[in-house]
């Protein structure tokens, strides 16, 4: 069964530097998301990305945060500058476009 | 962002019996809303969704209902099983972009 894979699993970092999340999302999808968890927190929305360019992003993806689709099978997730805050569970997620998204395993990021 | 609830922070439920898991939401725009299930450390995985025109969807064991006036979804899980131990967070989407979660309900299912 086709999944939506991450890498890596988990990403230590100190403030300040920047750090690029990897996706690869199902093949045949379209749409893709990246998702973020603080925690003991809800699951949140950071942005979507659809035909090359974003399509919604969030309060939270503010000018540290970018993506980008750099191949036909890549789709990453790049923060500038950390900050201890950015801490967090992050999930990659993909959809046909029929509402269902499929969620990778996330990258657990530490910033110290 | 209180747009979607799940208002019992855990569910304890014995095996074979049915699991009720409950999601309110406030957004009168949602029009599309699904149910995942979690295990620690892994991502959300998908269960069952439903769309605002209807009132049920049926999938194996699992059921979700809507109540559109109330605002409110259900998930039925019958029988439990061991393995449905697990979190399972209700989300919704208007226009079929980004998904609100709900907090999320830990299921423990006894046997």
């Known amino acids: 069964e086709p999944e939506v894979t991450q890498t890596p699993s988990h990403q230590v970092t100190q403030m300040g530097q920047e750090v690029i999340l990897r996706c690869v999302p199902i093949?045949?999808?379209?749409?893709f998301y990246w998702y973020r968890q603080i925690l003991g927190q809800k699951v949140e929305f950071l942005v979507s990305?659809?035909?090359?360019?974003?399509?919604?992003k969030s309060e939270i993806f503010d000018d540290q945060f970018s993506v980008e689709r750099p191949d036909g099978s890549n789709f990453t997730l790049k923060i500038r500058s950390t900050k201890l805050e950015d801490s967090a569970m992050y999930f990659c997620?993909?959809?046909?476009?029929?509402?269902?998204?499929?969620f990778g395993p996330g990258t657990r990021l530490t910033v110290t | 962002d209180q747009q979607v609830k799940q208002n019992s922070p855990s569910l304890s439920v014995q095996e074979g019996r049915i699991s009720i898991l409950n999601c309110d939401y406030t957004?009168?725009?949602?029009?599309?809303f699904l149910w995942y299930k979690k295990y620690p450390a892994e991502g959300p995985t998908f269960l069952i969704s439903?769309?605002?025109?209807?009132d049920k969807n049926e999938d194996g064991r699992f059921t979700v209902f809507l109540n559109k006036s109330a605002k409110h979804l259900s998930l039925h899980i019958v029988p439990s099983q061991p393995g449905d131990s697990a979190v399972y967070f209700c989300?919704?989407?208007?226009?079929?972009?980004?998904?609100?979660f709900g907090a999320g309900t830990i299921l423990r299912v006894k046997s």
């Open positions: 997620a993909s959809s046909s476009g029929n509402d269902e998204q499929y």
């Open positions: 093949s045949n999808h379209l749409y």
């Open positions: 990305f659809y035909n090359n360019e974003i399509s919604e």
């Open positions: 957004n009168s725009m949602f029009d599309y």
């Open positions: 439903i769309s605002s025109i209807k």
């Open positions: 989300a919704a989407s208007a226009g079929g972009n980004k998904l609100v």
